[in-house]
DNA sequence: CCGAAAGCGGACAAGACTGGTCCGATTTGA
DNA sequence: TCAAATCGGACCAGTCTTGTCCGCTTTCGG
C-alpha cells in the first residue's frame, strides 16, 4: 500500500550520492556508483532538474550538481518532484465530476485531511535524514578529489 | 503520487453507509445504496472481514454488520485490510535481497522512519473523522427501520 | 573552427499491477 | 427442502509504471 514510486527511491539514492561527492557528476558516473542503469539516472536527474532539486550543466564538461543541501531538501520536494503533487485520491480538493457516485459518496472532500496529514508527515522529513551516516566512509564534501566510481572501497 | 488504491475509497464509503444504517446489510444493498458495482462490494466486504473491521453474517437473512464504531477504527486498519501492510518501498525492516544493489544502497533501512511517520500520520485519523456529517440527514443509529436502498431521498 | 562529450526532450515498448467480474461451495432461515 | 446470502478462489482486461532509446542542442578541448 501506499506505493512510493521505484524512481523516487532511485532519486533518494542518486541525491545522496550527489551530496557524499559534493561536486559535478555526470550521469553515467552516478550510474556507475549507485548501480543504477544509467538511462534511468538520467531520467531521474532529469526530473530532479525539472524540480530545481538539481543544476543541470550542459556541455562537454557538464554534470549534475546539488541545487541545495540535503538538509534543506524536503522528501516532500523530491516526491512531488519525481511522481508529482501527493494526493491519496483523485477526489481531492473538491474536483467534481471524477466520479460518478458523487452524489452518493458520504466522504467527499473529507479525504483532504489525511492528505494534509500526510503531506506534513512528508515534510518533516529532509533528505539528510535519509542518506547522511551511509556515506562512503567519512568523505569530505570539500574534497572533490578522488573519482570513486566503484563504491566497493 | 502515494496512490492509495481506490479499493479503500470504497471501502471507506461502504464502511460510512455501514454506520450510517447501523444494522445488518447485504452487499447487494449496499452497492444499491454506494453506487459501487455488486461485486465490486462484495470484494471489499470480503476484505474488510478478513481485517476484522466488519463481520459476515452467513446464511439467508446474513449480511455484514460493523465490528466496531467508526470512531473506533483507524485508517491505517483499513489500509491494511485492503492493501496489506503500510510500506513505501519494499527495502523496508531491513529485508536483505530485495534489491541487488543494496551494497551499495545509501539509504538502506533509513525509509524506515518514513514508514513510521506516516503510519503514523494515518493512525491518528479515524473513520469517524472521513464519514460522519455527510450521513444522509440524521438517521438514527439504533432505529434499523428504513431499508432506505435509494439514497437520493 | 571543428569534433567529442554530455545534458535535454520526447516517444515507445514491455512488464507488473490493480480493478473488476464471475463461479462454485457452504451456510442458514423459511 | 429450497432460496438467499456469504465465502473463497480464480480469471481477464485495462491501466500504469518502468525502463530504454533516439535525435537535438550545448559547450569544452584541440
Redesign the interface.
Known sequence: ??????L??YA??VL??LE?EGGLQTAPGLAA????AEPTVAKVLKHLAHGGLVEGVRGARGGYRLARPLAAML?SDV??A????????A?VDGASGCC??E??????G??D??NE??R???S??TLA???PP???SCRRPTLPAQPAHL??E
Open positions: 500500500m501506499l506505493r512510493l514510486s521505484k523516487t527511491d533518494v539514492v545522496a550520492r557524499a556508483a549507485t548501480g543504477i522528501l516526491i512531488c519525481i511522481d508529482g503533487p501527493i494526493a491519496l485520491t477526489c460518478e457516485t452524489a452518493i459518496c458520504a466522504v467527499r473529507r479525504w485531511k489525511v496529514a500526510i506534513n508527515a512528508l518533516d522529513i535524514d535519509l542518506a551511509s556515506a562512503p563504491p566497493a
